[in-house]
């Protein structure tokens, strides 16, 4: 049965990391927003409509496949509500809402560990880019804090996984 996973968070919060670690325990496939923004899209401005759709239609593929699909990105509310309700009402399987409610302090010290990133953008972007919580219309979406670590999320995550109706 398809599985929908959603991590939404501010830059820098953990959402890829976990996304990669969820991917290698439950399979599937793993939509990274920036991914189709900046390399298959090649954009490096505001999130187009074009991303928009894109990211929805390959998810909602997939699903349609049977296949579980792991979805990280900030996904702004504003403009991923309504694809987000349309994916989770749009498959037979459970859908799985988290989002990082995390400090801006806090979503730049974890940047400051990713050396990978570091050079694409800092701390003035990351300001820039900064909502705090910006919760989805609609979704009920559980958070996750900066007191839980990367296992105590994933172990959440997956326990949430196998007691899905």
Excluded: C
């Excluded at 899209?41 to 792991?70: C, F, Q």
């Excluded at 009402?89 to 940047?111: I, V």
């Excluded at 990133?117 to 910006?134: A, I, L, P, T, V």
């Excluded at 989805?136 to 105590?152: K, P, V, Y």
């Amino acid at each position: 049965m398809a599985l929908l996973i959603v991590l939404r968070g501010n830059s820098g919060s953990g959402k890829s990391t976990a996304a990669r670690a969820l991917q290698r325990e439950l399979g599937g496939v793993w939509i990274e927003q920036d991914y189709f923004r900046r390399t298959v899209l090649g954009e490096t401005g505001n999130y187009t409509p074009l991303t928009v759709e894109l990211i929805e239609l390959a998810a909602a593929l997939a699903l349609s496949h049977g296949r579980t699909v792991i979805m990280d990105g900030i996904f702004n509310a504003a403009k991923y509500s309504e694809p987000l309700k349309r994916l989770r009402d749009g498959h037979d399987g459970p859908s799985h809402f988290y989002a990082y409610d995390l400090t801006l302090e806090e979503t730049l010290l974890r940047h400051a560990t990713r050396a990978h990133k570091r050079g694409d953008f800092g701390e003035k972007q990351m300001r820039g880019w900064y909502h705090g919580w910006n919760p989805l219309d609609g979704i009920e979406e559980h958070r996750i804090t900066a007191e839980e670590s990367l296992e105590e999320t994933l172990r959440r995550i997956q326990g949430d996984v196998r007691t899905a109706p």
